[in-house]
């Protein structure tokens, strides 16, 4: 042999990799940089890390308090007349290409449950 000590392989439980995970996520640390210093393979952290990712996921489809929708502030009022669009007061674009328009008296509420819709197509 090289001369070199090989420990144990420590066998971590689920809730162990679970706050590794949620560790991995706030330490600015690349994938590999983080496995190495904290002894876990890279294997482990992307199959766990995947997993997270559809649990988040599918909470997110169910919630729409976890919608991805943001807040926006127009800088000036933008007119009709000057887009050329007469339709909405509203138009949102979302990142799968569909556009969603939306009239004065639209509440909040219903165009999240619109978007969460859209976003299962």
């Given at each position: 042999?090289?001369?070199?000590?090989?420990?144990?392989?420590?066998?971590?439980?689920?809730?162990?990799?679970?706050?590794?995970?949620?560790?991995?996520?706030?330490?600015?640390?690349?994938?590999i940089e983080f496995c190495r210093s904290h002894g876990m393979s890279l294997s482990t952290l992307n199959r766990n890390l995947k997993k997270q990712e559809k649990q988040q996921s599918r909470a997110g489809k169910r919630d729409?308090?976890?919608?991805?929708?943001?807040?926006?502030?127009?800088?000036?009022?933008?007119?009709?007349?000057?887009?050329?669009?007469?339709?909405?007061?509203?138009?949102?674009?979302?990142?799968?290409?569909?556009?969603?328009?939306?009239?004065?008296?639209?509440?909040?509420?219903?165009?999240?449950?619109?978007?969460?819709?859209?976003?299962?197509?």
């Amino acid at each position: 042999m090289s001369g070199e000590s090989v420990g144990a392989v420590r066998r971590r439980g689920r809730a162990e990799i679970e706050r590794l995970v949620d560790l991995y996520g706030s330490s600015g640390m690349g994938r590999i940089e983080f496995c190495r210093s904290h002894g876990m393979s890279l294997s482990t952290l992307n199959r766990n890390l995947k997993k997270q990712e559809k649990q988040q996921s599918r909470a997110g489809k169910r919630d729409v308090e976890r919608s991805r929708l943001v807040t926006v502030e127009l800088a000036a009022p933008v007119s009709a007349v000057a887009t050329g669009e007469l339709s909405g007061a509203l138009t949102v674009l979302m990142t799968n290409g569909r556009r969603v328009e939306v009239g004065r008296g639209f509440d909040a509420e219903t165009l999240a449950q619109l978007v969460t819709v859209l976003e299962r197509l």
